[in-house]
């Protein structure tokens, strides 16, 4: 059974810092692995979406990597803005059509 | 135009109630999902329509019924409502025929509250 995990839970930056969100799953047969972003009291928003057989995706100052054989992913996001502040998922797609999603690192950015 | 839409926003009912929530996209996809979200946040996969078959059914309870009167369209009905129960819900679709994205989007969320 697929587990996905978030490192770390919270965390706590000021503006312009360059910060890491760590993403890991069990079970490395994934076809896909998507990045998240929840505002409070909203859905989700899609932020980058990796195939199995991509490395890594980028979208401005948001680079997501992609290590299936360690069952590892990262988002790394440059130049916090205050407007980054938000909760971050992860999740993963296997080969059916099941999603397993990781429990979310909140993060809020500084002023 | 909102592209993944749910109505109620809100959903306050009593214990024993059966209730419904919508769910339509504007996507033209022709996957709809519906996720539960409890109050740790945690985000669990309930059910996967496609062409108005269901694909997955993660262990939920029989009292929840999802129902896809058309491709844009997948309600849920709830029957009996339980404490345990009351959580976010959301809709999302997914295109499995774009291979290149297959990404997912979500409507706003229905909060459900079960008194």
């Known amino acids: 059974k697929q587990e996905v995990t978030q490192i770390p839970a919270a965390l706590s930056v000021p503006e312009g810092e360059n910060l890491v969100l760590n993403c890991s799953f069990t079970?490395?047969?994934?076809?896909?692995l998507q990045w998240f972003r929840q505002d409070p009291g909203k859905g989700l928003t899609s932020l980058l979406l990796?195939?199995?057989?991509?490395r890594e995706q980028t979208s401005g100052r948001l680079n997501a990597s992609l290590d299936k054989s360690s069952g590892r992913s990262t988002l790394y996001i440059a130049a916090s803005q205050p407007g980054d502040s938000a909760t971050y998922l992860c999740?993963?797609?296997?080969?059916?059509?099941?999603?397993?999603f990781g429990p979310g690192t909140r993060l809020s950015v500084l002023p | 135009d909102t592209a993944v839409s749910q109505t109620p926003k809100y959903l306050v009912t009593q214990m024993g109630n059966d209730k419904s929530i919508k769910c339509e996209q504007n996507?033209?996809?022709?996957?709809m999902y519906w996720y539960k979200q409890d109050s740790k946040k945690f985000l669990k996969i309930m059910f996967s329509?496609?062409?108005?078959?269901?694909?997955i059914n993660e262990t939920v309870p029989n009292r929840f019924s999802p129902k896809s009167p058309d491709k844009a369209h997948l309600n849920l009905h709830i029957n009996s409502l339980e404490l345990g129960d009351s959580a976010v819900y959301f809709c999302?679709?997914?295109?499995?025929?774009?291979?290149?994205?297959?990404?997912?989007?979500f409507g706003p969320g229905t909060r459900l509250t079960v008194l």
């Open positions: 990796i195939q199995s057989s991509q």
């Open positions: 079970d490395s047969a994934i076809y896909n």
């Open positions: 329509y496609n062409n108005k078959e269901l694909i």
């Open positions: 996507l033209g996809h022709d996957t």
């Open positions: 999740a993963v797609r296997d080969y059916g059509q099941n999603f397993v």
């Open positions: 999302a679709s997914t295109d499995h025929g774009d291979m290149d994205s297959m990404r997912q989007f």
